[in-house]
């Protein structure tokens, strides 16, 4: 009775320290608490949105895991809002550790559409709890599955020095109830001029499958700064009808100063 207890207990303890230790670890020296970035949307020569995407200055728990809070709000500005009144806020809580998120929440106004979801994830098990007006589901999901936000922070986190051109990253995302296997291709380095100067990036381009709204499977491109911060700093959008372009416009708490010349 007592070695079946023993080895009861044995069992127990290593499931429980499998469970404490099944996060991967990623090295992360591309951002921290308290980061602050501010973009500027112009569709042609109309100045049409704002966004912030900001990193709380305190670390939070989440599932019992510390996180980064990253809080991204977007808003059309002046007389692109007759067109598209948007005003949108995603919040991901980032484990500090395995770069995944551990929590979701979005709300959406966009003209009349409303939507408010908070997801809940339980990486062990491999499971997302969606929350809406509808109640809760839960939705099986992949390892390390991302959300749209803490996917872009861990593309931040990526070597791109062991890639070549036209080498794919993919990423599994979890939005609106699904998995998508977000794919992301290199293209290599560039240079470019922000309003702070000319800087050395990276480019990169999330292959996009068909739609109404996108031209192409190539049609997002994003530059990103070619230092440890890997910053987004332009990202140009070819639409059916026009195109948007999004240029950094204020900052502040990088982990590394920007090399500008």
């Given at each position: 009775?007592?070695?079946r207890?023993?080895?009861?207990?044995?069992?127990?303890?290593?499931?429980?320290?499998?469970?404490?230790?099944?996060?991967?670890r990623?090295?992360?020296?591309?951002?921290?608490?308290?980061?602050?970035?501010?973009?500027?949307?112009?569709?042609?020569?109309?100045?049409?949105?704002?966004?912030?995407?900001?990193?709380?200055?305190?670390?939070?728990?989440?599932?019992?895991?510390?996180?980064?809070?990253?809080?991204?709000?977007?808003?059309?500005?002046?007389?692109?809002?007759?067109f598209?009144?948007?005003?949108?806020?995603?919040?991901?809580?980032?484990?500090?550790?395995a770069?995944?998120?551990?929590?979701f929440?979005r709300?959406v106004?966009?003209n009349?559409?409303?939507?408010?979801?908070t997801?809940v994830?339980?990486?062990?098990?491999?499971?997302?709890?969606?929350?809406d007006?509808?109640?809760?589901?839960?939705?099986a999901?992949?390892n390390?599955?991302?959300?749209a936000?803490?996917?872009?922070?861990?593309?931040?986190?990526?070597?791109?020095?062991k890639?070549?051109?036209?080498?794919?990253?993919?990423?599994p995302?979890?939005?609106?109830?699904?998995?998508?296997p977000?794919?992301?291709?290199?293209?290599?380095?560039?240079?470019?001029?922000?309003?702070?100067?000319?800087?050395?990036v990276?480019k990169?381009?999330?292959?996009?499958?068909?739609?109404q709204?996108?031209?192409?499977?190539?049609?997002?491109?994003?530059?990103?700064?070619?230092?440890?911060?890997?910053?987004p700093?332009?990202?140009?959008?070819d639409l059916?009808?026009?195109?948007?372009?999004?240029e950094?416009?204020?900052?502040?708490?990088?982990?590394?100063?920007f090399?500008?010349?």
């Amino acid at each position: 009775m007592l070695l079946r207890l023993l080895l009861v207990g044995l069992l127990f303890f290593g499931m429980a320290f499998h469970a404490k230790d099944s996060y991967r670890r990623v090295v992360n020296t591309s951002f921290d608490s308290g980061e602050y970035f501010e973009y500027r949307v112009h569709y042609g020569l109309f100045n049409a949105a704002d966004a912030t995407v900001e990193i709380a200055p305190e670390v939070q728990a989440v599932n019992g895991r510390p996180c980064y809070q990253v809080n991204v709000v977007g808003k059309t500005l002046g007389a692109f809002s007759w067109f598209a009144k948007i005003r949108n806020q995603w919040v991901s809580w980032i484990d500090t550790s395995a770069i995944v998120s551990q929590k979701f929440y979005r709300n959406v106004r966009e003209n009349d559409y409303r939507k408010t979801e908070t997801v809940v994830f339980n990486h062990p098990n491999d499971a997302a709890f969606v929350t809406d007006e509808n109640g809760t589901k839960q939705h099986a999901v992949p390892n390390n599955v991302q959300d749209a936000i803490s996917g872009y922070f861990f593309l931040r986190t990526i070597d791109y020095s062991k890639l070549n051109p036209n080498d794919v990253v993919s990423v599994p995302t979890f939005f609106e109830n699904a998995v998508y296997p977000l794919k992301v291709r290199y293209r290599g380095k560039e240079v470019i001029k922000t309003k702070y100067g000319k800087l050395n990036v990276l480019k990169i381009n999330p292959i996009i499958p068909d739609n109404q709204l996108f031209k192409g499977e190539n049609s997002i491109r994003i530059w990103m700064s070619d230092d440890s911060n890997k910053v987004p700093v332009k990202v140009e959008v070819d639409l059916w009808v026009g195109s948007l372009v999004m240029e950094i416009r204020n900052y502040r708490n990088t982990k590394q100063d920007f090399k500008w010349f």
